[in-house]
């Protein structure tokens, strides 16, 4: 395993985040630790009848019917709130 | 002051809520300000309830069994108009605009929600350190942390602000600190309660649960809390428990496992010495000692630490900065705002585990570290189905140490995350947990994990309502004023 | 030596389920009436909030599995696609990825005169996102921000997935066109392609005739008309023609269709990676459809087209009418609500088909939204056959039933009903007899239609509400007589 720097900037770009340079580094070396640890999994052997086993639960479903809901603070906790559209304002997208 | 003392006092009309309120906040007042256990009081809310306790307590009426008992609550769930931050600057001034499920359940019961309590930030973390505001202490000992993440949980319960308190587990996060700060805290079986309203952090490990002075206050408040709920479809469609009558009942002589590999070498010789006379204790009462064997348990997290940062990454990117929460103003084009808006306010753990999730699920290494992670944790949920068919129960030591001092693990997120070795494997099968105090080592509290089939939480709090019948640990209080 | 080119086209079609809620909430499944007021705080994405599946939208998802042939899977699974997006409140979006609930489908068309099956790959159910406004510029370039509206955030889709087995714009125009039929006639989707609540992306490539390895396809999306897909096609495989031709090749891309220019261009040049990390939702568990819920699903199920053709062809309407009839499924849906029992079939065909549909057409205005209730158009037919109105009053009652009234108060208020009670008429039509001794004889003496100048004066004297047939009747009786 090595996680570079260059790793981080390609998962800092998929996940929107951004880092100072310092902690890049720190970043990435503590990353590329953990990572080494997580390799022992590899080691792990399953057999099929473990998995076959697993419960798998069942999905609850809602019925149709409306539940009419009024959200209260959606201005307030907008950072940027158009009042005139009652819309959320964003940046320009590229 | 128990659950049941105070009970009797609202029903022998020797207190009014508004007077506990009254001794609640002013002993908060006196005294947080060392522990750091708050992040801010809902006063009002918390007198509006006391009024209407004391209105129907001066009309004679019968109130249900938790009304006028004060309430702590993590910050990671929602009381309507009231903040949630989680912790992060990120939500530093959201406003909650609902209930989560479990505050709604409380404020039936006729609660009194005292404040919101500090957390590392978005759950993320063993040490309450990683909140974005300001770290909580260790009741117990000032330089010392509290545990986490739900340290503000297990820290006001000590330091006897409240009887009982909020938290939520993901890995370990309510039973941790529980055991650091010397009070008992239950993670029931995923699904038990609701998570509508709790701020997710791995959704399919997350579960709140109670933290009291006993088991037996915890069990108040979870047959309180639980119950299906239609608004999580992981919620189990099972009605609230009844454990405070379970306890009441003669406790039968059960088998109790204990696994190897946790009370071996990486556990404190401390630790593992008041374990074993809990064991012991166990044994005098009548029950049958089992040795067994937990192999999975080594990879236990290592898995976990694929599963939920994976799950986190996701649960998190609804911060972006567009319809609430902080943003930053100065970026020009979206993708920078959006950025920059987490940049800043994610805390360093934070970012670290949204990275690590993000590389997990990405495309090269999915097969590697998610689809691997999930086959291990069916494993670990089969060894355990398999050691339920000899025992009742497993007792570990909830933590390998006591409370470790402030920055002992800053630089080495790898060495904090290992700690958790016996709590993840439960959070893994989702099943229940108890933990609770059994001893002491250097003046601080050792706590140790009964752990339980799914949906028993009957077994799993009587055996640990019995060990407190016969002990006293979790009597014995820190020094800060005097704990009434 | 000139190439010829084969044309391989797949397409996507994602449909809007007919429910009354959201995939995942309880808000109304519609615009609402301002931005941001149909909105939760689950399809807010707010902190805390958990989706939870509406059954409806399952059983139309299985619906248009069946309606399509496909097989049903029993355990299917939701799994979050991640991606940032203003539009996109949580940051992902719930979608079936690698066990979608309907899979192995086909649909058949016909092409001038030659019929094909197009297979349906999967059907899978996925979460719709919000709506941008982008200010200060038509589109996102050269906007100055945009403004996020949720209304439309969690409104329930299914994708329906073909094979590339379409081989040009007119198969694919037929193949969406039927699949449009399909949902429509089984109540899925309202099949609206302006207003969005069916879109279909197309993927293009182009081969070399012959050869068996597909081209590098684009993906086409912004067809908001049947026109326009066929148009979009036609455009995109001439640009991949003359780019191979020229000795270029095909960038795998998504373009966006211009109706303005009659071109795709390049939606954006990804620098960006895509790499959606999908993995299980954890807030959903597998959904399992068994096969006893299949078959009540199934038992309920409104007419398949097919079927709808052959329940015409019995009722005795004709060709014209049966196509008509199939290629407007809300007119069909208003024709199959006017026939109750007591009227006939034909009758209702020739009014739905005919002077009704022309003035909704005249007025643009859909079937759906008609301001005449199936009801009413059914009994002014059945008024006709009584004999209380003629076809041509009828006719003329058509527009002021448009303002919404029924026609027994419309004659009620104007008593303009038919007068077919002969005793009423006889005094009146003797009299136009007697002021026209010329047309007695030549209708005595054998020329009958000399009658219909005195049906044309009976007729003006009673403002036309005179029973025409009758009339005739009485005058040649009254003429016999002399």
């Known amino acids: 395993m090595n996680f570079s720097t260059q790793d981080l900037d390609h998962l800092a770009n998929l996940a929107h985040l951004t880092f100072s340079d310092s902690e890049k580094v720190a970043f990435a070396s ?65 | 002051m128990s659950i049941s003392q105070l009970q009797d006092q609202y029903r022998r009309g020797e207190i ?48 249900p069994p938790l009304a006028g008992i004060p309430l702590g609550v993590k910050d990671n769930m929602h009381m309507s108009g009231e903040k949630t931050t989680c912790a992060s600057k990120i939500l530093e001034n959201f406003q909650a605009p609902y209930d989560a499920t479990v ?135 099972l009605p609230a428990t009844q454990v405070v009558a379970h306890l009441a009942m003669s406790q039968k002589f059960l088998k109790i496992g204990i696994p190897r590999e946790l009370i071996g070498p990486e556990i404190d010789d401390a630790v593992k010495a008041c374990v074993e ?192 019948l016969g002990t006293d640990y979790h009597t014995r209080v820190p020094a800060i004023g005097s704990v009434a | 030596m000139n190439t010829v080119f084969e044309t391989v086209i797949g397409i996507e079609v994602h449909a809007q389920l007919r429910t009354n809620t959201k995939l995942f909430c309880g808000c109304p499944n519609q615009f609402g009436t301002g931005p941001n007021s149909n909105v939760c705080p689950v399809c807010l994405g707010l902190p805390g909030a958990l989706p939870v599946l509406n059954k409806q939208a399952v059983i139309f998802a299985v619906t248009a599995g069946l309606g399509l042939h496909c097989q049903i899977r029993e355990t299917s699974v939701f799994s979050r696609k991640n991606y940032f997006y203003p539009d996109l409140p949580k ?124 081209g590098t396809r684009t993906e086409i999306k912004n067809v908001n008309s049947f026109r326009s897909l066929e148009r979009a096609i036609e455009s995109e495989v001439a640009r991949q023609t003359a780019l191979i031709l020229s000795g270029s090749t095909v960038i795998q891309e998504t373009r966006h269709y211009d109706d303005f220019t009659q071109t795709t261009k390049s939606l954006r040049s990804k620098a960006d990676a895509h790499d959606y990390r999908y993995f299980p939702e954890p807030d959903l568990f597998p959904l399992h459809v068994s096969s006893a819920w299949i078959a009540e699903i199934k038992a309920s199920m409104k007419l398949h087209p097919d079927a709808v053709l052959l329940k015409y062809k019995t009722e005795g309407l004709s060709e014209f009418e049966i196509q008509v009839l199939l290629d407007d499924p809300e007119m069909a849906c208003f024709f199959d609500a006017c026939c109750v029992d007591g009227v006939s079939p034909t009758a209702v065909a020739k009014w739905v088909v005919g002077d009704f549909q022309a003035i909704l057409r005249d007025k643009k205005i859909s079937f759906s939204d008609s301001p005449v209730a199936p009801a009413a158009l059914t009994s002014l037919v059945q008024m006709i056959e009584k004999g209380t109105l003629s076809g041509k009053m009828a006719k003329e009652m058509l527009p002021a039933m448009m303002t919404g009234k029924d026609p027994e108060s419309i004659v009620k208020e104007s008593g ?64 016999q007589n002399r």
């Not at chain 2, 009014?16 to 009254?22: E, I, P």
């Not at chain 2, 001794?23 to 809310?45: C, M, N, P, W």
Request: glycine fraction near 8%; charged fraction near 20%; hydrophobic fraction near 40%.
């Open chain 1, 30 to 94: 503590q990353i590329d630790h953990v990572l080494g640890y997580m390799g022992k999994l590899s080691e792990v052997v399953i057999a099929p009848s473990v998995l076959a086993a697993m419960p798998v639960p069942q999905m609850q479903l809602r019925e149709d019917v409306v539940t009419p809901s009024a959200i209260p603070f959606l201005a307030e906790n907008a950072p940027d709130w158009d009042a005139a559209s009652n819309a959320f304002f964003v940046p320009k997208i590229s």
């Open chain 2, 16 to 63: 009014t809520a508004s007077a506990v309120l009254d001794q609640t906040y002013a002993r908060i007042d006196s005294h947080d300000g060392e522990v750091k256990s708050f992040l801010f009081h809902t006063r009002a809310l918390a007198y509006e309830i006391a009024g209407e306790v004391d209105a129907r307590l001066a009309k004679g009426k019968t109130l």
């Open chain 2, 103 to 237: 505050i709604a359940r409380c404020k039936e019961a006729l609660m009194l929600p005292i404040g919101k309590l500090n957390m590392d930030e978005f759950a993320m973390g063993s040490s309450t350190e990683n909140s974005a505001f300001f770290p909580t202490r260790n009741p117990w000992d000032f330089s010392r942390v509290p545990g986490g993440s739900s340290g503000g949980s297990a820290a006001s319960v000590a330091a006897g602000f409240v009887p009982l308190s909020l938290g939520s587990d993901t890995g370990g996060s309510i039973r941790q600190p529980a055991a650091f700060c010397g009070v008992t805290g239950l993670k029931p079986t995923y699904g038990r309660v609701s998570r509508y309203g709790l701020v997710a952090f791995a959704s399919s490990l997350d579960q709140i649960g109670p933290l009291g002075r006993s088991v037996h206050d915890c069990a108040y408040l979870l047959d309180a809390i639980s119950g299906h709920d239609a608004r999580d479809a992981t919620s189990a469609n």
């Open chain 2, 277 to 468: 006379s809990a064991i012991r204790w166990y044994e005098q009462q009548g029950h049958q000692i089992i040795w067994c064997d937990m192999a999975s348990f080594s990879a236990a997290v290592a898995t976990y630490y694929i599963i939920a940062p994976a799950e986190a990454s996701a649960n998190l990117s609804r911060y972006d900065g567009v319809r609430y929460g902080l943003r930053d103003k100065k970026a020009d084009t979206l993708k920078t705002m959006i950025a920059n808006t987490r940049g800043h306010g994610f805390g360093a753990e934070v970012k670290r585990r949204i990275i690590l999730g993000t590389y997990v699920l990405s495309s090269g290494y999915y097969d590697a570290f998610y689809a691997k992670a999930q086959q291990v944790r069916s494993l670990i949920t089969y060894e355990f189905q398999q050691a339920f068919q000899n025992v009742d129960v497993l007792l570990t030591p909830t933590a390998p140490t006591t409370a470790f001092a402030f920055g002992a693990h800053a630089q080495d997120p790898l060495a904090m995350y290992l700690a958790d070795i016996a709590t993840i494997p439960v959070n893994m099968a989702g099943l229940p947990a108890l933990s609770l105090p059994c001893g002491f080592s250097d003046g601080l509290p050792v706590g140790m994990q009964i752990i339980g089939r799914a949906w028993d939480e009957n077994t799993v709090m009587g055996l640990g309502h019995q060990f407190q």
């Open chain 3, 91 to 214: 940051g992902y979006q719930i979608s079936q990825y690698d066990l979608p609930i309907c899979e192995h489908g086909h649909l058949d068309i016909t092409v001038e005169g030659v019929s094909k099956r197009i297979g349906i790959t999967r059907i899978h159910m996925e979460e719709d996102a919000g709506k941008l406004v982008h200010q200060g510029a038509e589109a996102i370039s050269g906007s100055t921000g945009s403004l996020v509206d949720l209304n439309r955030a969690c409104t329930p889709l299914i994708e329906i997935v073909s094979e590339p087995d379409i081989r040009s714009a007119q198969e694919a125009r037929v193949y969406v066109e039927n699949l449009r039929r399909i949902l429509m006639f089984l109540g899925v989707c309202d099949g609206n392609m302006e207003e969005g609540s069916l879109r279909a992306d197309a993927n293009v490539s182009i081969r070399p005739v012959g050869t068996e390895k597909f």
């Open chain 3, 416 to 479: 303009a009903t038919q007068i077919s009670d002969g005793d009423a008429l006889r005094p009146l039509i003797a009299a136009i007899i007697d002021q026209h001794p010329d047309v007695i004889e030549k209708v005595k003496s054998g020329k009958r239609n000399a009658a219909d100048f005195l049906i044309g004066q009976v007729m003006k004297e009673t403002k036309g509400r005179a029973k025409p047939d009758l009339v005739r009747t009485l005058i040649l009786e009254d003429i």
